[in-house]
């Protein structure tokens, strides 16, 4: 696609239930990265996958959060049991393979825990 | 341990007037890179512009134009001319690598307000 893709744009959750995040990011990209954005404050680093390798999971807050990336692609980013704390902006980005590819962020999923 | 501060939580100007968002960054490592991000109200952030450690040529790109001094530790970006398009939360972030591949550090952003 034209750019990194997110859905749901927007997604209400009652505390305690799960929600699954989608990222399409840009084809070929083979860097992808999950950032979160609580109000007020800036972006915080959650999870990253490049290629085949193990994914840097060194910012994910809790075992609550979780994330996968199928065939390379699709990215799943996936929040069990819900606190009204996970309630934020959930940003995906994508990078080409060019040593000086910048990121190319999606418009988000606004998560409120209610 | 990186950080990235910018100071100005709010600005608001008026159509014309120039602005000047600050960035005052820290980190141990001899080369790092610098970046700006516009988040317009649809929420994609827009990669403005990547500085390194060692270029601390200012750079320019028509209204828009960024001061890097090591000296300071700061990375600030001026808007000349201000318009109401460039109205937006504006991310100073910090990085190892060019590409972001060590995570990018952000900024708590800046909300500039151009009004008309």
């Known amino acids: 696609g034209a750019g990194v893709s997110q859905s749901p744009s927007n997604k209400v959750t009652e505390k305690g239930k799960d929600v699954e995040l989608r990222c399409d990011p840009i084809?070929?990209?083979?860097?992808l990265y999950w950032y979160r954005q609580s109000l007020g404050q800036g972006l915080e680093f959650l999870i990253y996958?490049?290629?085949?390798?193990?994914?840097?999971k060194s910012g994910l807050p809790s075992d609550r959060f979780s994330a996968e990336r199928t065939g390379g692609s699709v990215s799943t980013l996936t929040i069990q049991r819900t606190q009204q704390e996970d309630s934020a902006v959930y940003l995906c980005?994508?990078?080409?393979?060019?040593?000086?590819?910048?990121?190319?962020f999606g418009n988000g999923t606004r998560l409120t825990v209610t | 341990a990186q950080k990235v501060t910018q100071a100005q939580t709010e600005i608001s100007v008026v159509e014309k007037e120039d602005v000047t968002l600050d960035c005052v960054y820290e980190t141990r490592d001899t080369t790092y890179y610098l970046f700006w991000y516009k988040q317009p109200p649809s929420g994609e952030l827009v990669f403005l512009i990547r500085r390194n450690s060692f270029d601390e040529q200012n750079e320019i790109s028509g209204r828009y134009s960024w001061n890097f001094q090591k000296s300071t530790s700061s990375f600030n970006f001026t808007i000349t001319a201000s318009q109401v398009v460039d109205s937006a939360v504006y991310f100073c972030?910090?990085?190892?690598?060019?590409?972001?591949?060590?995570?990018?550090?952000f900024g708590k952003g800046t909300r500039l307000s151009v009004i008309a």
């Open positions: 980005a994508s990078r080409g393979d060019s040593y000086n590819s910048p990121l190319h």
């Open positions: 084809s070929g990209h083979t860097a």
């Open positions: 996958f490049q290629g085949n390798s193990a994914p840097d």
């Open positions: 972030a910090l990085s190892e690598d060019p590409a972001g591949n060590t995570p990018l550090v």
